[in-house]
Protein backbone atom coordinates (compact mmCIF):
# COMPACT_ATOMS: atom_id res chain seq x y z
CA UNK A 1 0.00 0.00 0.00
CA UNK A 2 1.49 3.72 -1.29
CA UNK A 3 0.32 6.49 -0.45
CA UNK A 4 1.28 7.52 -3.75
CA UNK A 5 -1.45 4.95 -5.97
CA UNK A 6 -3.84 4.95 -2.23
CA UNK A 7 -7.34 6.54 -3.52
CA UNK A 8 -9.88 8.29 -0.60
CA UNK A 9 -12.02 5.34 -1.36
CA UNK A 10 -9.73 2.48 -1.11
CA UNK A 11 -8.77 3.95 2.31
CA UNK A 12 -12.22 4.17 3.97
CA UNK A 13 -13.03 0.73 2.77
CA UNK A 14 -9.96 -0.50 4.56
CA UNK A 15 -10.89 1.49 7.55
CA UNK A 16 -14.19 0.06 7.90
CA UNK A 17 -13.22 -3.39 7.82
CA UNK A 18 -11.18 -1.70 11.22
CA UNK A 19 -14.09 -0.24 12.53
CA UNK A 20 -15.50 -1.47 15.45
CA UNK A 21 -17.82 1.11 16.87
CA UNK A 22 -20.70 -0.82 14.85
CA UNK A 23 -20.46 -2.89 17.51
CA UNK A 24 -20.33 -0.50 20.58
CA UNK A 25 -23.64 1.06 18.98
CA UNK A 26 -25.51 1.90 16.07
CA UNK A 27 -25.73 5.42 15.95
CA UNK A 28 -22.75 7.84 15.04
CA UNK A 29 -22.50 9.24 18.72
CA UNK A 30 -19.52 6.89 19.23
CA UNK A 31 -17.41 7.65 15.62
CA UNK A 32 -18.14 11.59 16.00
CA UNK A 33 -16.83 11.42 20.06
CA UNK A 34 -14.01 9.96 18.60
CA UNK A 35 -13.43 12.69 15.87
CA UNK A 36 -13.76 15.15 18.76
CA UNK A 37 -10.76 13.25 20.61
CA UNK A 38 -8.80 13.06 17.80
CA UNK A 39 -9.17 16.62 16.81
CA UNK A 40 -8.28 17.61 20.30
CA UNK A 41 -5.04 15.42 20.15
CA UNK A 42 -4.26 17.19 17.49
CA UNK A 43 -4.70 20.74 19.09
CA UNK A 44 -2.59 19.02 22.43
CA UNK A 45 0.39 17.87 20.20
CA UNK A 46 0.48 21.97 18.96
CA UNK A 47 -0.01 23.22 22.66
CA UNK A 48 3.28 20.89 23.70
CA UNK A 49 5.23 21.77 20.83
CA UNK A 50 4.63 25.48 20.86
CA UNK A 51 5.36 25.35 24.90
CA UNK A 52 8.29 23.10 24.94
CA UNK A 53 9.70 23.72 21.57
CA UNK A 54 13.01 21.33 20.97
CA UNK A 55 12.18 19.52 23.88
CA UNK A 56 9.42 17.97 22.66
CA UNK A 57 11.29 15.52 19.99
CA UNK A 58 8.13 13.60 19.63
CA UNK A 59 6.31 15.88 17.72
CA UNK A 60 6.27 14.30 14.05
CA UNK A 61 5.07 11.20 14.46
CA UNK A 62 2.42 12.56 17.42
CA UNK A 63 1.10 14.89 14.96
CA UNK A 64 1.09 12.17 11.84
CA UNK A 65 -0.76 9.45 14.17
CA UNK A 66 -3.40 12.06 15.04
CA UNK A 67 -3.85 13.58 11.31
CA UNK A 68 -4.05 9.67 10.27
CA UNK A 69 -6.44 9.09 13.70
CA UNK A 70 -8.83 11.95 12.63
CA UNK A 71 -8.43 10.76 9.15
CA UNK A 72 -9.94 7.41 10.11
CA UNK A 73 -12.65 8.59 12.57
CA UNK A 74 -14.10 11.05 9.50
CA UNK A 75 -14.20 8.12 6.80
CA UNK A 76 -16.16 5.91 9.61
CA UNK A 77 -18.37 8.58 10.11
CA UNK A 78 -19.26 9.21 6.32
CA UNK A 79 -19.20 5.26 5.80
CA UNK A 80 -21.94 4.93 8.67
CA UNK A 81 -24.06 6.86 6.61
CA UNK A 82 -23.22 5.54 3.55
CA UNK A 83 -21.65 8.83 1.79
CA UNK A 84 -18.61 7.90 0.17
CA UNK A 85 -15.35 9.59 1.80
CA UNK A 86 -14.59 10.91 -2.13
CA UNK A 87 -17.56 12.49 -1.96
CA UNK A 88 -17.17 14.70 0.90
CA UNK A 89 -13.67 15.85 -0.97
CA UNK A 90 -15.57 16.43 -4.43
CA UNK A 91 -13.88 20.31 -4.15
CA UNK A 92 -10.48 18.78 -4.38
CA UNK A 93 -11.05 16.60 -7.32
CA UNK A 94 -8.99 16.49 -10.70
CA UNK A 95 -12.11 16.13 -13.11
CA UNK A 96 -10.59 13.27 -14.89
CA UNK A 97 -13.36 10.88 -14.16
CA UNK A 98 -11.14 8.42 -11.76
CA UNK A 99 -10.42 7.87 -8.42
CA UNK A 100 -9.57 10.52 -6.05
CA UNK A 101 -6.38 9.86 -4.92
CA UNK A 102 -4.49 11.20 -1.96
CA UNK A 103 -1.96 12.81 -4.06
CA UNK A 104 -4.43 15.09 -5.82
CA UNK A 105 -5.05 16.98 -2.35
CA UNK A 106 -1.76 17.98 -1.49
CA UNK A 107 -0.02 17.67 -5.12
CA UNK A 108 3.30 17.93 -3.37
CA UNK A 109 5.24 14.46 -2.57
CA UNK A 110 6.75 15.59 0.32
CA UNK A 111 5.97 18.88 2.43
CA UNK A 112 8.67 20.12 5.26
CA UNK A 113 7.09 18.90 8.37
CA UNK A 114 8.24 21.82 10.73
CA UNK A 115 7.27 23.35 14.36
CA UNK A 116 3.52 24.43 14.24
CA UNK A 117 3.03 28.25 13.47
CA UNK A 118 0.58 30.65 14.42
CA UNK A 119 -1.46 30.33 10.96
CA UNK A 120 -1.69 26.23 12.18
CA UNK A 121 -2.93 26.67 15.19
CA UNK A 122 -5.67 29.02 13.72
CA UNK A 123 -6.78 26.61 11.18
CA UNK A 124 -6.56 23.85 13.97
CA UNK A 125 -9.22 26.04 15.85
CA UNK A 126 -11.37 26.04 12.63
CA UNK A 127 -11.05 22.33 12.05
CA UNK A 128 -12.28 22.09 15.81
CA UNK A 129 -15.35 24.27 15.50
CA UNK A 130 -16.49 22.52 12.64
CA UNK A 131 -16.58 18.95 14.40
CA UNK A 132 -18.13 20.78 16.90
CA UNK A 133 -20.68 21.22 14.62
CA UNK A 134 -21.60 17.55 14.48
CA UNK A 135 -23.43 18.26 17.66
CA UNK A 136 -26.74 20.47 18.61
CA UNK A 137 -26.90 22.38 21.53
CA UNK A 138 -27.74 19.74 23.45
CA UNK A 139 -25.19 18.28 22.80
CA UNK A 140 -26.36 15.12 20.19
CA UNK A 141 -24.95 13.54 18.05
CA UNK A 142 -26.08 14.75 14.23
CA UNK A 143 -28.09 11.82 12.75
CA UNK A 144 -27.03 9.77 9.80
CA UNK A 145 -30.74 9.86 8.39
CA UNK A 146 -30.60 13.14 7.09
CA UNK A 147 -27.38 11.95 4.75
CA UNK A 148 -27.03 15.89 3.08
CA UNK A 149 -26.85 17.74 6.27
CA UNK A 150 -23.93 15.36 7.36
CA UNK A 151 -22.85 15.40 3.79
CA UNK A 152 -22.10 19.21 4.19
CA UNK A 153 -20.82 18.64 7.58
CA UNK A 154 -18.11 16.26 6.31
CA UNK A 155 -17.16 18.53 3.34
CA UNK A 156 -16.25 21.38 5.80
CA UNK A 157 -14.27 19.41 8.27
CA UNK A 158 -12.46 17.68 5.51
CA UNK A 159 -11.29 20.93 3.69
CA UNK A 160 -9.97 22.35 7.46
CA UNK A 161 -8.26 18.67 7.28
CA UNK A 162 -6.86 19.15 4.46
CA UNK A 163 -5.57 22.40 4.85
CA UNK A 164 -4.54 21.47 8.34
CA UNK A 165 -2.08 18.84 7.48
CA UNK A 166 -0.54 20.91 4.62
CA UNK A 167 0.33 23.64 7.01
CA UNK A 168 1.63 21.02 9.41
CA UNK A 169 4.19 19.88 6.50
CA UNK A 170 1.84 16.79 7.09
CA UNK A 171 0.55 14.67 3.52
CA UNK A 172 -3.05 13.15 4.42
CA UNK A 173 -1.78 10.14 2.16
CA UNK A 174 1.25 9.06 4.27
CA UNK A 175 -1.16 9.57 7.79
CA UNK A 176 -3.83 7.39 5.81
CA UNK A 177 -0.97 4.36 5.03
CA UNK A 178 0.03 4.73 8.51
CA UNK A 179 -3.00 4.74 10.23
CA UNK A 180 -4.12 1.56 8.12
CA UNK A 181 -0.96 -0.40 9.25
CA UNK A 182 -1.97 0.44 12.67
CA UNK A 183 -5.30 -0.57 12.57
CA UNK A 184 -4.76 -3.53 11.06
CA UNK A 185 -1.56 -4.41 13.54
CA UNK A 186 -3.89 -3.96 16.11
CA UNK A 187 -7.22 -5.24 14.56
CA UNK A 188 -6.32 -7.44 11.74
CA UNK A 189 -8.74 -9.05 9.24
CA UNK A 190 -6.26 -12.15 9.28
CA UNK A 191 -5.07 -13.29 12.29
CA UNK A 192 -2.06 -15.19 11.19
CA UNK A 193 0.67 -15.01 13.50
CA UNK A 194 4.51 -14.77 11.95
CA UNK A 195 6.89 -17.67 11.87
CA UNK A 196 8.31 -18.69 14.62
CA UNK A 197 12.18 -17.05 15.34
CA UNK A 198 13.91 -19.81 15.55
CA UNK A 199 12.33 -22.08 12.53
CA UNK A 200 15.66 -22.22 11.18
CA UNK A 201 17.67 -23.25 13.96
CA UNK A 202 18.57 -26.85 14.95
CA UNK A 203 15.87 -28.66 16.33
CA UNK A 204 18.00 -28.88 19.99
CA UNK A 205 18.05 -24.77 20.18
CA UNK A 206 14.50 -24.77 19.48
CA UNK A 207 11.52 -24.13 22.29
CA UNK A 208 9.98 -27.04 22.53
CA UNK A 209 6.66 -27.05 20.34
CA UNK A 210 4.79 -28.70 23.28
CA UNK A 211 5.93 -28.07 26.87
CA UNK A 212 4.48 -28.88 30.34
CA UNK A 213 5.70 -27.10 33.09
CA UNK A 214 4.29 -27.58 36.50
CA UNK A 215 4.28 -24.55 39.11
CA UNK A 216 3.87 -25.33 43.22
CA UNK A 217 4.39 -23.04 46.09
CA UNK A 218 6.09 -24.73 49.24
CA UNK A 219 7.35 -22.88 52.94
CA UNK A 220 10.84 -23.14 54.06
CA UNK A 221 9.96 -22.28 57.43
CA UNK A 222 7.61 -18.95 57.25
CA UNK A 223 8.36 -18.12 53.95
CA UNK A 224 6.64 -19.15 51.14
CA UNK A 225 9.02 -20.11 47.49
CA UNK A 226 7.59 -20.70 43.96
CA UNK A 227 9.32 -24.05 42.72
CA UNK A 228 9.43 -24.80 38.93
CA UNK A 229 9.42 -28.28 37.22
CA UNK A 230 9.60 -29.49 33.45
CA UNK A 231 9.58 -33.20 32.89
CA UNK A 232 10.14 -34.02 36.76
CA UNK A 233 13.13 -31.65 36.59
CA UNK A 234 13.65 -28.68 38.60
CA UNK A 235 13.66 -25.25 36.96
CA UNK A 236 15.09 -22.02 37.36
CA UNK A 237 15.77 -20.77 41.40
CA UNK A 238 13.00 -20.58 43.90
CA UNK A 239 11.09 -17.42 43.61
CA UNK A 240 9.45 -15.05 46.30
CA UNK A 241 8.19 -11.75 45.80
CA UNK A 242 10.76 -9.68 46.84
CA UNK A 243 8.41 -7.00 47.75
CA UNK A 244 7.29 -5.60 51.35
CA UNK A 245 3.62 -5.93 50.74
CA UNK A 246 2.59 -9.78 49.45
CA UNK A 247 1.65 -9.62 45.36
CA UNK A 248 2.39 -13.00 44.57
CA UNK A 249 4.98 -11.49 41.96
CA UNK A 250 6.80 -15.59 42.78
CA UNK A 251 4.45 -16.81 40.09
CA UNK A 252 5.28 -14.08 37.35
CA UNK A 253 6.36 -16.71 35.14
CA UNK A 254 3.19 -17.33 34.05
CA UNK A 255 3.93 -14.22 31.69
CA UNK A 256 7.17 -15.31 30.15
CA UNK A 257 5.71 -18.78 29.24
CA UNK A 258 2.94 -17.23 27.78
CA UNK A 259 5.19 -14.91 25.71
CA UNK A 260 6.75 -18.61 24.78
CA UNK A 261 3.85 -19.89 23.67
CA UNK A 262 2.17 -17.19 22.01
CA UNK A 263 5.02 -15.08 20.72
CA UNK A 264 7.20 -17.51 20.21
CA UNK A 265 9.61 -15.25 22.14
CA UNK A 266 10.54 -15.37 25.47
CA UNK A 267 14.66 -15.33 26.36
CA UNK A 268 13.95 -16.00 29.60
CA UNK A 269 12.45 -19.59 29.05
CA UNK A 270 15.14 -19.98 26.58
CA UNK A 271 17.43 -19.26 29.71
CA UNK A 272 15.56 -21.77 32.08
CA UNK A 273 15.31 -24.83 29.45
CA UNK A 274 18.88 -24.16 28.42
CA UNK A 275 18.17 -23.31 24.80
CA UNK A 276 20.08 -20.46 23.64
CA UNK A 277 20.18 -20.60 19.69
CA UNK A 278 23.66 -20.97 20.28
CA UNK A 279 25.08 -22.21 16.46
CA UNK A 280 24.87 -18.07 15.21
CA UNK A 281 26.89 -16.09 18.05
CA UNK A 282 25.00 -12.57 17.14
CA UNK A 283 21.52 -14.24 17.97
CA UNK A 284 23.09 -15.90 21.25
CA UNK A 285 24.21 -12.57 21.86
CA UNK A 286 21.61 -10.19 20.72
CA UNK A 287 18.57 -11.67 20.63
CA UNK A 288 19.09 -14.68 23.73
CA UNK A 289 21.20 -13.23 25.96
CA UNK A 290 21.71 -11.04 29.37
CA UNK A 291 20.21 -7.60 28.42
CA UNK A 292 17.44 -9.29 26.38
CA UNK A 293 16.38 -11.08 29.21
CA UNK A 294 16.75 -7.92 31.58
CA UNK A 295 14.27 -6.60 28.63
CA UNK A 296 11.21 -9.10 29.14
CA UNK A 297 11.99 -8.90 32.79
CA UNK A 298 10.86 -4.92 32.60
CA UNK A 299 8.32 -6.14 30.01
CA UNK A 300 6.84 -8.77 32.53
CA UNK A 301 7.25 -6.01 35.47
CA UNK A 302 5.52 -2.97 33.44
CA UNK A 303 2.45 -4.93 32.30
CA UNK A 304 2.06 -6.78 35.71
CA UNK A 305 1.89 -3.13 37.31
CA UNK A 306 -0.64 -2.26 34.89
CA UNK A 307 -2.60 -5.04 35.22
CA UNK A 308 -2.58 -5.07 39.25
CA UNK A 309 -4.35 -1.97 38.49
CA UNK A 310 -7.10 -3.38 36.64
CA UNK A 311 -7.86 -6.97 38.57
CA UNK A 312 -5.00 -8.36 35.96
CA UNK A 313 -7.70 -8.13 33.45
CA UNK A 314 -10.25 -11.13 34.65
CA UNK A 315 -13.36 -10.88 32.73
CA UNK A 316 -12.05 -8.81 29.94
CA UNK A 317 -11.16 -9.85 26.43
CA UNK A 318 -8.95 -6.69 24.99
CA UNK A 319 -5.83 -4.39 26.69
CA UNK A 320 -5.07 -1.07 26.30
CA UNK A 321 -4.20 0.42 23.04
CA UNK A 322 -1.13 2.73 25.05
CA UNK A 323 -0.05 -0.71 27.32
CA UNK A 324 0.17 -2.21 23.67
CA UNK A 325 2.44 0.24 22.42
CA UNK A 326 4.25 0.66 25.20
CA UNK A 327 5.95 -2.94 25.39
CA UNK A 328 6.12 -2.12 21.85
CA UNK A 329 8.46 0.34 22.63
CA UNK A 330 10.18 -1.80 25.10
CA UNK A 331 11.27 -4.17 22.60
CA UNK A 332 12.72 -1.99 19.73
CA UNK A 333 15.57 -3.38 18.50
CA UNK A 334 14.81 -6.91 19.31
CA UNK A 335 13.39 -9.33 17.26
CA UNK A 336 10.16 -9.19 19.23
CA UNK A 337 9.17 -6.12 17.91
CA UNK A 338 7.77 -8.17 14.66
CA UNK A 339 5.02 -9.42 16.62
CA UNK A 340 1.72 -7.36 16.38
CA UNK A 341 0.42 -6.01 18.55
CA UNK A 342 -2.60 -8.10 19.02
CA UNK A 343 -0.45 -11.09 19.37
CA UNK A 344 1.14 -9.05 22.21
CA UNK A 345 -2.33 -8.77 23.82
CA UNK A 346 -3.12 -12.24 23.34
CA UNK A 347 0.16 -13.00 24.95
CA UNK A 348 -0.37 -10.77 27.82
CA UNK A 349 -4.32 -11.84 28.52
CA UNK A 350 -3.26 -15.36 28.93
CA UNK A 351 -0.07 -14.78 30.83
CA UNK A 352 -3.13 -12.74 33.14
CA UNK A 353 -4.95 -15.64 33.21
CA UNK A 354 -2.44 -18.48 34.48
CA UNK A 355 -1.16 -15.61 36.99
CA UNK A 356 -4.78 -15.48 38.66
CA UNK A 357 -4.86 -18.62 38.72
CA UNK A 358 -1.84 -19.22 40.06
CA UNK A 359 -2.51 -16.77 42.78
CA UNK A 360 -5.64 -18.35 43.76
CA UNK A 361 -4.56 -22.03 43.47
CA UNK A 362 -0.61 -21.65 44.61
CA UNK A 363 -0.10 -24.23 42.34
CA UNK A 364 -0.97 -25.36 38.41
CA UNK A 365 0.02 -26.90 35.18
CA UNK A 366 0.89 -24.38 32.40
CA UNK A 367 0.12 -26.28 28.82
CA UNK A 368 2.24 -24.64 25.98
CA UNK A 369 1.27 -25.16 22.19
CA UNK A 370 3.73 -23.12 19.96
CA UNK A 371 1.95 -24.24 17.14
CA UNK A 372 -1.33 -22.80 18.21
CA UNK A 373 -0.21 -20.02 19.42
CA UNK A 374 -2.23 -20.97 23.09
CA UNK A 375 -1.44 -21.55 26.56
CA UNK A 376 -4.10 -23.19 29.12
CA UNK A 377 -3.56 -23.46 32.82
CA UNK A 378 -4.93 -26.65 34.51
CA UNK A 379 -5.16 -27.74 38.23
CA UNK A 380 -2.04 -29.42 39.74
CA UNK A 381 -2.70 -32.32 42.08
CA UNK A 382 -0.65 -32.12 45.41
Not at 62 to 83: P, R, T
Request: aromatic share 10%.
Amino acid sequence: MKASTLSLNEYQELAVKTDRTRIKGANLSLPILGLFGETGSLLSEVKKKQRDSKAYDSYESGVIEEFGDALWYLAVIAAHADIRLEDIADEFGTGSGGPLLFINLQPQKTLPLAAPTTEFARTLLKLANSVGNLANDNGEAISHIDPTALGTRLRVIFRNLVHAATEAGVTLGEAAVHNIQKAQDRWPTDRTPPPLFDLEFPPEEQLPRKLEIEIFERFSGTKQYVYQRCNGVNIGDRLTDNSVVEDFYRFHDAFHYAYAAVLGWSPVTRALLKLKRKSKTKVDDGEDGARAIILEEGVAAYVFARAKEHDFFEGRDEVDFNLLKTVRGFVQGFEAERCPLWLWEEAILKGNTAYRFLRQHRRGRLILDLDKRDMIVQELAP
